[in-house]
């Protein structure tokens, strides 16, 4: 099932008993209750162990695991080496991000810790894409290390999607955190996948912020899920050509006069020009403004972002010239437009 969810309840018939209960899938975290800096390699935030050299006393997955370690047995340890080498993991991240700072805690882990580790991160995980951006560094007995300046002095952390963390030789890890920022790309990516989990309304909710008409919301919300950015916007304008001039008419409805005082954060982003145009320029838009929605039936829509008032201005005096089906063509491709510019900013907040 593609929705995000956050309970389950298990139903049994008539009664007896079970003994275990296992739901396998991947977590889907709502990004908008993290901060810039997450965990890259939490479990809970989504990242996974692909492959290891070694898990003969505890399964390297436990490295990922939310909270400290409870003992040994909650902790990736590999056999001792009788030969050359050493233990590796690789991590599938997150997101795609920046890794500024890992801790490495080797707690309960006393007479077997692992006496060194290193770090690569690569943006595929194919070999001849890793870059070293910790280098073999020394680990102590039941203790957390915290390294930040090494990375620092590191040619500059390249973005990563996954990640190899080595021990020398071998030993006992408790837990790996690393600590980072996602990319542009990183957070579009995995606030699509955020999107394309979250629950219906939810969905239809986010979609609506975008483009105030419910049928194309709705169309949006059932279209799940996208695969990139070009595939919702390739949805986005089919979905919207295809609406009645009932549901255009509803989405005008939904935005703010041009140079009239806007609610919502994306409404004052794009008529932000406001603060800045001149006393006489805002009447004669209001004087307009008027006069076209008299003529037209609806407000004046117009793709703002990036515009002045003087150019606003000029925008309106051409278009209120036009035919009423000719002006309605122009009104929809404008919406198409600022649909597509908010969509961009429901991914990257």
Sequence with gaps: HQQRFTHARLNIFPDGGVARLRIHGEPRPDWRRFGPEIDLAAAECGATI???????????????????????????????????????????????????????????????????????????????????????????????????????????????RFARFHIYPDGGVSRLRLFGRMTDHGRLQANLAALNASPCKEARDDFNRCCGSSAWAIKMEAGRPYADLAALESAADEIWSQCSPEDWLEAFSAHPRIGQSAEGQWSREEQSWVAEARADALRELEKLNLRYANKFGYIFIVCATGKSAEEMLRLLQKRIKNDPETELRSAVEAQRRITRLRLRKLLRP
């Design 50 to 160: 692909i492959s290891s050299s070694d898990r003969h006393y505890g399964h390297p997955q436990s490295l990922i695991m939310p909270g400290p370690g409870r003992d040994m047995s909650d902790g990736w340890e590999t056999r001792r080496r009788r030969g050359p080498g050493h233990d590796w993991v690789m991590l599938r991240l997150a997101a795609e991000g920046v890794i500024e700072r890992v801790e490495v805690d080797t707690s309960h882990f006393k007479g077997n810790f692992a006496d060194a580790c290193s770090l690569e991160v690569s943006p595929t995980g194919e070999e001849g894409s890793w870059t070293e951006v910790l280098a073999k560094s020394k680990l102590q007995a039941h203790t957390k290390r915290l390294f930040r300046q090494e990375l620092e002095s590191a040619a500059g952390s390249p973005a990563a």
